[in-house]
């Protein structure tokens, strides 16, 4: 419950934003002669409050609303309070600049629902393919070249749904994987619909097979229990274990770790066994283990959690990302001497189902050896 009442703070909090465009708009509406569409079209508009309150609080799959009406209340209701809190932002900033209450013009006060519409649309569901190359020290003549492609943070519910999690994976079963990995929040918060995501990442064909590492999600949802299903459809998961891969005769140290809010996050038993200065992949939900990671001699720790910040200007800098309130790596490659950290943004959403400028994706990951990489491939650690 402590979640829940998390979110119902958020909600409430925006609450105020949508009661002063609300307000707004019931004047501008008995301004032009349409009282009875002011008195109506705001109340319905908050109102839509209400279900997605039942939703958050009611965790059980009967308990909620009905699938069609949960869908179809869902994007609307997202639309509307997060263009309700851009349109406040911009009406406070509209006063400060002309010094006092003043006409804003209808084609700037729409310019935030647009933006809000943008984000639950195309935003929140136009996948991405990033493809990088990563220079892995001590990497083995027979793994140069080899593609690891990551998924992450799947949220597979009531809202990313089977057909979208069957979309994602064929996604990536098109760029013919070595490896297949999946770096936590494989549910949202349910086991239940743990199967639906197994099934879907099982379907995508990988030479080496396909491991996963269980997130912050996947724990307070049941970690055993999704584990379970993962593993039934043939997912190796990882829960600070390891295992060698070979290829051409070479190894490599592919590792996972449980996430580090679980309490039962153990790297070092994460790398016991392996041989020694073998190259070491390890899939570890959250980013901010990679410090520990660099000590133990990690090559390559690949992460996600963070959702790019959802709303961010990743293209602008990386940097302005809402991410950066719980970590310094918010998406992308990230270098520490001979290091390398990837954030994947993910490839689902958690509510509300919003994205703007850290669009959901799909990465492919070509492993090289150092000398046959550019030096300036990846930002420095901050």
């Not at 804003?104 to 935003?123: C, K, N």
């Not at 950066?324 to 790596?329: A, E, K, L, Q, V």
Request: one cysteine or more.
């Amino acid at each position: 419950m402590r979640r829940a009442r998390f979110y119902i703070l958020v909600l409430g909090l925006t609450l105020l934003p949508q009661v002063v465009a609300a307000s707004d708009l019931v004047r501008w509406l008995a301004a032009h002669g349409q009282l009875e569409l002011g008195l109506s079209v705001p109340g319905v508009l908050l109102l839509l409050n209400l279900p997605m309150m039942a939703e958050i609080l009611r965790r059980k799959r009967k308990a909620r609303l009905p699938p069609f009406l949960a869908a179809l209340l869902q994007a609307p209701w997202t639309a509307w309070w997060l263009g309700s809190l851009f349109y406040a932002l911009l009406r406070a900033g509209w006063t400060v600049a002309h010094l006092g209450p003043s006409p804003m013009p209808v084609w700037l006060a729409l310019i935030p629902y647009l933006l809000a519409l943008y984000g639950t649309s195309f935003g929140a569901r136009a996948l991405r393919r990033e493809k990088v190359t990563v220079p892995v020290a001590g990497l083995p003549p027979g793994w140069r070249g080899a593609r690891i492609v990551q998924l992450s943070d799947l949220h597979s519910g009531r809202h990313i749904t089977r057909q979208r999690l069957q979309a994602i994976a064929r996604r990536a079963a098109r760029l013919k994987p070595d490896i297949v990995v999946v770096t936590g929040d494989i549910v949202h918060n349910s086991p239940a619909f743990a199967r639906q995501a197994a099934e879907a990442i099982a379907s995508i064909p990988a030479r080496h097979g396909i491991f996963a590492c269980l997130g912050n999600h996947d724990f307070w949802a049941g970690a055993d229990a999704v584990a379970h299903e993962l593993e039934r459809a043939g997912i190796r998961v990882l829960r600070n274990d390891g295992v060698l891969l070979e290829q051409g005769g070479d190894g490599l140290w592919l590792c996972g770790v449980d996430d580090v809010w679980s309490g039962l996050f153990d790297l070092p038993a994460a790398l016991r066994g392996r041989p020694q200065r073998a190259a070491t992949v390890l899939l570890a939900h959250q980013p901010n283990t990679w410090r520990l990671a660099q000590e133990l001699g990690v090559q390559l720790q690949l992460s996600g959690h963070t959702h790019g910040g959802q709303l961010a200007l990743l293209w602008l800098h990386r940097s302005l990302s809402l991410a950066r309130f719980i970590t310094p790596f918010v998406a992308g490659l990230y270098r520490a001497g001979r290091s390398y950290l990837y954030v994947n943004r993910g490839a689902g959403s958690v509510m509300p189902m919003v994205r703007i400028g850290a669009r959901p994706e799909v990465t492919e990951l070509t492993l090289m050896p150092p000398d046959e990489v550019a030096d300036d491939l990846a930002f420095a650690a901050p």
